[in-house]
């Protein structure tokens, strides 16, 4: 820690990641700098990378990805409570204004001015340290691996979906999408006394590895199997792929009264809902956008093994791996999550 | 009443109301005969005599028209309390089965065996008399015209779509189109403490309407006029067009967090929906169907003037000129609520 | 089954049970017949048996006890589905009426006309057989014992108590009072994703017993040790003691915002609440009456391990021996929950 | 405004206010300066006089009363949009950290830190002028005078009660306590939707001033008169006056699954509540702490109309005149708010 510079992965330009050297940052009053120890690659760290976009998001010049993190508190500004050095801690991204309308109703993550790592203009934390907020991060027990807590963040959404959804115990859950998020979504729905659970995928190694946590994975098609199932709909539908397709199939799923969180971001800007079909069901759709006061919860809920995220992480790579970890992230078809390691 | 036969409206096939004579109906044990005296037509009737259906409901054979009914009991089963013997009442046309999962969860609307007028095989309103369960007619106060109890359904579906978004007072809210359902919706959110409303249409007419009960009636497109507001945003949408090109205007108009009732049946199966600009809003899509526990609230706040109903109903007609009043109803630019008297 | 009569215990006087031969039932309509297999005594009963009334429930006459009952269905009505014929079934002990205004709302537990078992006028099911509405019975897995089946019905006041007070995960949680109901309300709140939950007792052994099901079970007085531990308040309390004391220590533990939720029925009318130390923390007050849509939610739960039941029954008895099961339920101060055996 | 000094109260002993000259404030970066025009005496600024203390805050010192206020912007911080200045505005007194878990969650007034006019150790608005934060203060329409700007904080308690009970349109409400806060929430919930509401009130003069304003007011013990009323029951209650036995009576006339807001502070520490006879009908207790989120949407409600607050403002003086005003307030039976001007 005593060199001056330290090793940040900077996209400088379409699919093209670059390890540079740069000053290590300062904690600010209020902030803490944190030596990074695990980042997750997330579907929009890799759309970033290769499409230089998400919607309105676009970037310019060079750019730090990574968003799901955890590490070690080395240094705090005047203004940290001392108890935060050598702090182990999850990362929650999503630094909000707390003086806006969304933020005094208790909705920070809907804030305009939300400081978001990576996610342009905010750098992330593909770096050996970064400074950001105390308030930003969330001590974590010495049980839990640094991994386990960068997996906080994907499960946030899981946990940030079943609230949006207001998910009850005992209600039928299907998650579409056996992706990290779609898996941790179910892990949680489990965890919140949801009852019978099915993630569909058509891909067999994702079944494989949701199935692994003790979750009933099918194929598209087969949520509702065995033919002679009693019940054939279920109260609550996650859509974590962004597909047209699985959106449409598992809305035929939802039985009256029925509550769907959105969480897949699409591909195209719009998507053909069958509104017509869903009116007499009276089904709610919810879009979900990232997650808010989830933190606490999840850290817990992993830690004392209510949501079980063994066998989740299926690659580990150096910081200056960082191109190959994307690679094995795009083209990998036995990858769950990557994860990067400062 | 000395008759045994009485008039009836049946229509014998697309676009074709006949006038015939029937048998009265006699009260089963729990239900009440009444003597119809206001019956409003809704879209719904239109439909099903322009196009023989709607969605899954379709007319065979000879069928009756007419669910927003209001009228006198004349009759009453061996079980039902002789207190409702020569009350005015507005009819709650869906009788649930009371013993399905829906039914016992509060959600009678849902009940699969719902029973509904004028909905496929059920007959309708457009009669003299009609037989219905006690439970489905709801007093009126002397003061209440049969007209506006005839309105108290479509004033039903408002209020139901203003508890479906969990209105909240003080919030802002658009409505797309100006009918009745449209118009009442407004009129029914101000009633619950809605702040600034505004209701759009490009009719000047239903527009002239809706400015008539107090409501801020805009073409479609001004609904943030003028440039220079504070806010351009809204808390609640709710559209009762049916049109897909008003449902993605609108959604443009809607803040974060906010929260769009679906009340329009559209004419297509699909809708395209901008879910992609809705995640980062977090936007939420609440389809309405129909209505529950709404008739005694509807009541007393059409009875005491917080809902003014007056202008709405634009023309009248005699059971006998059901014909006359549905050309009235589709050709006539001036009609707003076409009301149908036995 | 051949002979005409079979066993019931019947309540004849205060403190006196007896064992008599009645009548077989046999099944209404829409009922079915129950072999009984297994009833746990609830304090309720206890209460019944020993001061013959409960607030303005009394008991006249000779009386039947025990509501928390499982058993196997060997008689359907003619309108009961033949699925149910030698299902092993979990009883839910209350009937609704469900045309009331409360049953149409979806609160059938609040039905003034609702027919409870062993609450009087209506016998209760210790008794070889009951007949009761089929609506009541609830299938159980083959994996479940009939105890564990008996044991919904206490679980589902826990369940029905964390959702009155709309228990969120991640919430803390103190539970006052280990006995069956309160042991079982922990491990529900646990199943739920509540994080930090104490159940305090006076009794070490049924600390002992809360705390080999894993809950943090404490003396009345160490709900918040250690003294330095950070956060010293709960965000839900759930008073299952029925006592004064109890409460009045509980909620000075509940933190702004908090919720408590009253389970245990007081001995006295009236309990002396501190109102003006609840204001500025605006806690709220649920009382909690028995369960509403609970049952297949905790079968669930309990089938599946989320809510670990082994070692709550601590006696065993024959259905002829139920006066020495009221006995050591009474005095036996290692009694949890006694189990009798039809 | 040349001057460098200005008039303020200051409360210097119980029972004691005095006529001061302090220096006029200077407003700090984020901050205005408030000419103050009218500030309504509430029971908390006489409890203070009288007693010295409300519960825990404890009053040390020279205090200045009121925090009902609303005036005019006179100077702005260098931070300040200038649209503030020379605006119109009420005073939201309760100023929070927004940092803490309470301010994060949407609930700011649960705040720890929460720093209240006229609260210890904070001033009130009996001056010519205050500072306040910029954010605390809310712009009124031209139309709507200074008074009824400053009845936007009794008001707001109103409306915080009725969100507190999640009062539902249609419902019906028993209002106990007919002072200016029991007024407004009644004519609040009137202006949300609620059905019949009731207040009931021992003073024959504080009944007439509610009926005035449309309310139906009665005597204790005639609040479900006439005594062949259909229903004999309230949905919702909401307690004003601090009263025990108006608790314990208002208690009785609740229905099932009803919800009672506890809005009045009790002299006595501990009030007897009948939880024995709540449980069965599964009654909801909230205890209301000031407000949240209410002002733009009482400002909307009083100044078009839908809540009438003419005739509640009995009595005028000016600043310099406090004591006769504080007196008025105490002693004189016709007084029911009690506004002071600066």
Redo the contacts between chains.
């Keep these: 820690m005593s060199e001056p510079t330290m090793t940040t992965i900077e996209m400088t330009a379409l699919d093209t990641l670059e390890v540079r050297r740069r000053a290590r940052p300062l904690p600010g009053p209020s902030e803490v700098v944190v030596d990074i120890k695990s980042v997750g690659i997330c579907g929009s760290d890799a759309a970033y990378l290769h499409h230089g976009r998400i919607?309105?998001w676009v970037v310019y010049g060079p750019f730090v990805l990574g968003h799901e993190a955890a590490g070690v508190v080395s240094a705090i500004g005047e203004d940290v409570s001392p108890e935060l050095l050598r702090g182990r801690v999850a990362i929650e991204p999503g630094t909000p204004c707390?003086?806006c309308s969304?933020?005094?109703?208790?909705?920070?993550?809907?804030c305009?001015d939300l400081a978001f790592l990576a996610t342009p203009p905010y750098s992330g934390a593909l770096s050996e340290q970064i400074a950001i907020p105390a308030?930003q991060v969330h001590l974590i027990p010495d049980s839990m691996s640094f991994d386990e807590a960068a997996l906080v963040e994907p499960a946030s959404v899981g946990?940030w979906a079943?609230?949006?959804v207001s998910l009850?115990?005992?209600e039928a859950v299907l998650v579409t999408g056996a992706g990290p998020v779609g898996i941790l979504a179910g892990l949680v729905a489990r965890?919140?006394?949801a009852?019978r659970i099915v993630i569909s995928d058509p891909s067999p190694i994702r079944r494989s590895i949701a199935a692994s946590r003790g979750l009933h994975a099918v194929e598209p098609g087969s949520e509702t199997d065995p033919p002679d199932a009693a019940v054939k709909t279920f109260d609550v539908l996650i859509e974590c792929s962004g597909s047209e397709q699985a959106l449409q199939s598992g809305l035929r799923l939802v039985g009256?009264?029925g509550r769907v969180g959105?969480v897949g971001?699409?591909q195209?800007?719009?998507?053909?809902?069958?509104?017509?079909?869903?009116?007499?069901?009276?089904?709610?759709?919810?879009?979900?956008?990232r997650y808010a006061?989830?933190w606490?919860?999840?850290i817990?809920?992993i830690a004392d093994g209510?949501v079980p995220t063994d066998g989740l992480v299926t690659h580990h790579f150096d910081l200056d791996q960082s191109p190959q970890a994307f690679a094995a992230q795009q083209h990998d078809p036995n990858a769950m999550k990557v994860m990067i390691h400062a």
Tied chains: 1, 2, 3, 4.
């Design positions: 919607g309105d707390r003086t969304q933020c005094i109703e208790g909705r920070y993550h809907l305009p308030d946990l079943c609230r949006r009850s115990p005992g965890s919140l006394g009852s009256p009264a959105l971001m699409p195209q800007d719009y998507l053909a809902i069958p509104v017509t079909a869903l009116i007499p069901r009276e089904i709610s759709l919810f879009t979900v956008n006061h989830t606490s919860t999840v817990e809920l209510r």
